[in-house]
């Protein structure tokens, strides 16, 4: 240790804080080290994914094809059975899939883009807009978000689109806040300072300087918005003011099976179906809090043992 | 002025202002009808002159302003207008006052909100407290797993499995929770068990773990290390150092998880047919008879909106640096 | 009071070949790599490194304690013959507060927010029953008077937000003096005090310690304060052990060069040159944050060109408002500013790229002033594209020789800010500066933050590029030896007034003003007796 002072040179000065890692070794050792909770995320959610991409080569029967034999038991030609009217449970789960997980998806990123990109303005600006942006947002979140879409959606009518658009503005406060809170903590750093005293344009900050500082605690808030729109959506169709028939939706699905719970002294079977769509929703929800749980963990170097 | 007087009425004026703004939004979710809601809540088969006279009763002749004036000071004596459903083409008009839709499943919805309170409260505190005490042991774990599981699953999911097995396979609750006003109140609890217990397992999943999270932070602060290095033991680091600080985020999870509680109740009270207000709102969505569901979502704003002011107001009169100024 | 029944020959601590590992990156890493120390009763030992030397962990080891996150992995801690490593934490806890005591760094996060001063300085005492509440009370009354408290009786009646930083610093000295305890562990006591603040608090905790001869572990990275406490030093190194010493022999005589390089700074000495030719002039500036009260009060300043100006002041002297008010982002309220006799926009949007080119700017922490997703390449490189036009290849020439200037090599070139040391990114920072090839360039703290013998690399470069390319540095400041290390001319500033400008010699050389006359003496130096002296000086 005390040969070094004599022959000082600031290359030869050791940056013990990291080893460093080509960002391939990274993603191996940080998977390596992910717990089975992770991994079972992991798959599940990949699963989901390849049900929802190839729901037609998946499904036995079609997302709408009536049999005429309504509330079918388990058998082997429908595996768990038909619903009220006589649609193949299977196949509806199966492009449930599709649907319900692709109208929240296209929600969550709705959200993201109006509240990631206000949340990034106001944090910058910092003036009336920011002012008049935070208040607006104090007020929206004021009222819950399933009130305010029950009563939203009372005045538009419930359609697809109204949906997506309604649940995705009430969701986009929440990305705002957050938004602004981790770039706030970004646009004080001094590099940022820098830029400006460099003359950078409010463009370039955005991108360069400020998004890719931000983007670790995004995209972990994006699963866990993920999870809140499919609950909220799920929730929706299962009162009945949601994603309307004929589509197959999870959440519409329990409700319209859920009579046949009260057969389960009878056979077990039945009283499962309307359980079967509502554990699918249940299952990605769970997947989807496991990985962002890792993630989070992992990202923010957050060790809490005592 | 005291700066906790003066904190605290600042606090007051931002909720005043709040409710304004909420009740601005949800007078103007009349104002967003399409034009032709008339006869669409009429029938196609009603005459001209009926659809005047409901818009001319609507006041929709007059400008929004004074309606608002209007709507408002009617809200305010108690009065929330008159429901949609009941009229029909002929003009006949057997439409009831929303009040007394309200009021009665008010009062069933806030006996299972309390019940489901009461219970989860003391419970998910007692858990965050440990489970951040004893943070990564096996106890710690299974209920972060256990708690992680239940946020992720729809509030819907844990009725029906609870139906299944406490109402179908072994019927020791019933699953449709009937009451009306003369139902006495043991009857009443029985009849509320499962969909309070079902609200209890989603409130504590939540407020478990954000205790938790609170806890953690607070354990944290140098001056916690500092109390232990003084030779406090467990207990006291806890009682004496972190619970006086603790109470404005524990009253914040608090509220946080009672205004869930209120969002929580609309599905939990379809699923069991529970006769309380949010079923009441989500037909009125359905029927779209808005003055009922302006009714009931002013009804549950204003109980959201109260319980942050009231979380708020516990932080700030038990913060030491207002408390005792400079 | 606590028990003193061992005998004569056994030491109070005796620490021996201790080992502790801390968990990060996934992995285990040492620490402290084979540790001894042994303090007799009344001693006091001065603990000293730069970062990353395992000091605090090691005082904290001395009280059986590890931080979260570490684990001890081998050796003996021994305090006054009774075993700290695996002693159950409940008789530990006997120890602590009473026959052990800590006083931390930040005394104003160590306070609990929620207690009166005078509860929390006594509740160890109370706790172990060693003296009733009243008369626990009367005592900590009394500590607070020896260590010259204003309001003694009172004061421990305050809330922590109530009270400044050096008197909680003084209130945690008394608080952990208070139960007359065996060993005092004091964890950097005054690093986050200014200099006039730090002579009074050192002053006290020395007498304090001397009187009830308690024995101490004293750490610190500055080795002028731990010679006015100290009755001999242990000098740190990535965890280990590079020499102890006798206070005064290790002064006069150190054996490791690694030992002198702690005071690498001092030794740095720039002749002083003068120079008529302004480059930059401030000319009566008022300047306030958001209307409020006067941060900067008639400021006026001249910077010669090519010269290097110190302004030097403690916190809340407005020298850093100063920085802000130069580049434009705080738009001065009265005064102007010319640059080449020519005034510049108040404003940083009014001014024009080739006025921002010409200003450039280097922060204290390079930590945050280099986007942690942006490599070495990027971070020079963007001044060059922005002010200068070049193109790919140029620019990548020209990064390199940047490079080359401040004495890395283009291997560094893709690297990412967390890859490198904290001198590394401190140079970056610089070629980021220079690569704009500005007239002007603002160091604000820019070595404050760094280890002594990298801050002296970091100076000897200033003075370099200085030398080569004729820029003109101002240099923001508040340790005294940086201002005689490398300035011609100092501007001395005291609640947002200039309290004298000259050249360097003129400053340091009596009669002073008497802000800088308290300035000046209050600076630790080189000298055992130091503080004793300048003490009994001053009454």
Not at chain 1, 187 to 211: F, K, N
């Amino acid at each position: 240790m005390s040969n070094k002072p004599n022959t000082y040179s600031a290359v030869a000065e050791v940056a013990y804080k990291r080893v460093r890692r080509s960002r391939l070794q990274r993603v191996k050792l940080g998977l390596s080290k992910a717990p089975p909770t992770a991994w079972f995320g992991m798959i599940v959610i990949f699963l989901y994914i390849f049900c929802a991409l190839f729901a037609p080569l998946l499904a036995p029967y079609g997302e709408a094809e009536i049999f005429p034999e309504p509330f079918a038991p388990w058998s082997s030609e429908f595996i768990f059975g038909t619903d009220q009217i006589g649609r193949d449970i299977l196949s509806r789960m199966i492009y449930g899939a599709r649907n319900t997980v692709s109208i929240a998806v296209a929600t969550t990123a709705l959200a993201f883009l109006i509240g990631g990109s206000l949340g990034l303005a106001a944090a910058i600006n910092m003036s009336w807009l920011d002012q008049f942006l935070s208040r607006l947002v104090d007020v929206l979140m004021a009222i819950p978000s399933l009130i305010f879409a029950l009563v939203l959606l009372s005045i538009f009518g419930s359609t697809v689109t109204n949906l997506i658009l309604i649940i995705a503005v009430l969701d986009s406060t929440r990305v705002f806040r957050l938004t602004r809170a981790v770039s706030l903590n970004v646009v004080v750093m001094d590099y940022v300072e820098a830029a400006r005293l460099r003359g950078e344009g409010l463009g370039w900050i955005m991108r360069r300087e400020i998004l890719p500082n931000i983007l670790p605690p995004l995209i972990a808030e994006f699963g866990l918005r993920f999870c809140f729109v499919f609950l909220t959506i799920a929730a929706l169709s299962f009162l009945g003011v949601g994603i309307q028939p004929p589509t197959a939706d999870w959440g519409s699905m329990v409700r319209e099976n859920a009579s046949l719970i009260m057969f389960a002294q009878y056979d077990l079977k039945a009283g499962l179906t309307p359980l079967l769509p509502a554990a699918a929703i249940a299952l990605l929800t769970v997947a989807v809090n496991f990985v962002v749980d890792w993630f989070l963990h992992k990202t923010s170097g957050l060790r809490d043992e005592q | 002025m005291h700066p906790v007087i003066k904190t605290v009425l600042g606090r007051l004026a931002m909720g005043v202002l709040t409710l304004f703004a909420v009740s601005l939004i949800i007078f103007s979710s009349m104002e967003l009808l399409p034009g032709d809601f008339g006869q669409a809540i009429l029938g196609q088969a009603a005459l001209p002159e009926t659809v005047a006279a409901f818009r001319r009763e609507l006041g929709l002749d007059q400008p929004a302003i004074v309606r608002y004036w209007q709507w408002v000071t009617a809200v305010l004596q108690g009065d929330l207008g008159t429901s949609f459903s009941g009229r029909n083409a002929s003009g006949v008009d057997r439409s009831r006052e929303v009040v007394d839709l309200v009021l009665p499943r008010l009062r069933n919805t806030l006996f299972l909100a309390s019940i489901a309170a009461l219970i989860a409260v003391p419970l998910s505190l007692l858990l965050g407290v440990t489970t951040a005490l004893y943070r990564n042991t096996f106890y710690d774990r299974s209920v972060n797993m256990a708690t992680l599981t239940t946020i992720s699953f729809p509030e819907f999911f844990v009725a029906y499995l609870l139906i299944l097995f406490f109402a179908s396979l072994y019927p020791i609750f019933p699953s449709l929770a009937n009451v009306d006003s003369d139902t006495l109140f043991g009857e009443r609890l029985y009849r509320a068990a499962l969909p309070a217990l079902t609200l209890t397992l989603v409130i504590v999943a939540h407020m478990m773990r954000m205790t938790r999270a609170a806890i953690i932070n607070l354990l944290a602060s140098p001056y916690i290390q500092m109390a232990r290095l003084s030779g406090a033991s467990s207990a006291e680091v806890i009682l004496k150092h972190a619970l006086p600080n603790a109470w404005a985020p524990i009253a914040t999870v608090i509220a946080f998880n009672l205004a869930y509680l209120v969002v929580g109740v609309v599905v939990v009270e379809v699923v069991f047919v529970y006769p309380g207000i949010g079923q009441l709102m989500v037909d009125a969505v359905a029927m779209r008879d808005i003055p009922v569901v302006q009714g009931c979502a002013l009804i549950f704003a204003v109980t959201y909106i109260l319980l942050n002011l009231l979380a708020d107001i516990i932080g700030i009169i038990t913060n030491p640096r207002l408390l005792h100024p400079r | 009071m606590s028990n003193k029944k061992t005998t004569k020959n056994q030491s109070l601590l005796e620490i021996k070949d201790l080992k502790i590992e801390g968990f990060s990156d996934e992995f285990w890493h040492p620490i402290i790599k084979g540790i001894n120390v042994k303090l007799q009763r009344g001693e006091v030992m001065g603990l000293i490194g730069e970062s990353g030397a395992g000091k605090s962990t090691l005082g904290l080891a001395a009280m059986g304690y590890t931080q979260p996150g570490c684990r001890i992995t081998g050796g003996s801690i021994s305090f006054d013959g009774q075993e700290l490593i695996g002693m159950p934490e409940h008789k530990k806890r006997k120890l602590w507060g009473t026959r052990i005591t800590y006083v931390a760094q930040s005394a104003a996060a160590s306070f609990n927010p929620a207690h009166r001063l005078i509860n929390q300085a006594t509740a160890a005492k109370i706790r172990a029953k060693i003296s009733d509440e009243k008369s626990a009370k009367e005592d900590a009354r009394e500590l607070f008077k020896t260590l010259q408290l204003p309001e003694h009786n009172t004061i421990g009646d305050r809330y922590p937000h109530q009270v400044s930083g050096g008197q909680l610093q003084r209130v945690m000295t008394a608080m952990a003096m208070s139960p007359r305890p065996d060993l005092i562990i004091f964890d950097e006591p005054t690093t986050a005090l200014d200099v006039t603040t730090q002579v009074e608090v050192l002053a006290a905790m020395k007498d304090i310690v001397k009187e009830f001869n308690t024995a101490a572990i004293y750490i610190t990275h500055d080795l002028a304060v731990v010679a006015q406490m100290a009755d001999f030093i242990k000098v740190l190194r990535y965890g280990e052990e590079v020499e102890q010493a006798n206070t005064r022999i290790m002064l006069d005589t150190p054996e490791k060069e690694y030992t002198k390089s702690l005071w690498s700074v001092r030794s740095i000495n720039k002749k002083e040159e003068k120079s008529d030719d302004i480059v930059l002039s401030l000319k009566n500036i008022d300047a306030s944050y958001g209307g409020g009260i006067k941060v900067l009060d008639d400021v006026s300043i001249n910077v010669s060109r090519g010269k290097t100006l110190a302004v030097v002041g403690e916190s809340g002297s407005g020298k850093s408002t100063a920085a802000r008010v130069i580049t434009g982002l705080l738009p001065q309220q009265n005064g102007q500013i010319l640059f080449n006799n020519i005034e510049l926009p108040k404003t940083l949007r009014g001014r024009s790229k080739d006025q921002k080119r010409q200003i450039q700017m280097i922060y204290q922490m390079a930590d945050t002033a280099m986007n942690p997703k942006q490599t070495v390449g990027e971070i020079i490189g963007r001044p060059l594209e922005f002010y200068l036009n070049l193109n790919a290849n140029e620019k990548e020439k020209r990064t390199i020789e940047l490079l080359e200037l401040i004495e890395l090599d283009e291997t560094f070139i893709d690297r990412l800010p967390s890859e490198l040391s904290g001198g590394q990114k401190q140079r970056i920072c610089i070629a980021r500066a220079i690569a704009a090839d500005p007239e002007v360039i603002i160091c604000d703290e820019v070595t404050s933050a760094l280890d002594q013998i990298v801050q002296e690399g970091i100076l000897k470069l200033l003075m370099k590029l200085q030398k080569e390319l004729g820029i003109t540095y101002i240099f923001i400041t508040h340790d005294i030896s940086t201002v005689k290390a490398i300035s011609d001319e100092v501007v001395v500033m005291f609640q947002g007034k200039v309290v004298e400008q000259g050249l360097k010699s003129q400053i340091f050389s009596p009669p002073h003003p008497k802000y800088t006359e308290l300035l000046l003496s209050s600076v630790p130096e080189m000298d055992p007796d130091w503080l004793s002296n300048l003490i009994s000086s001053r009454n």
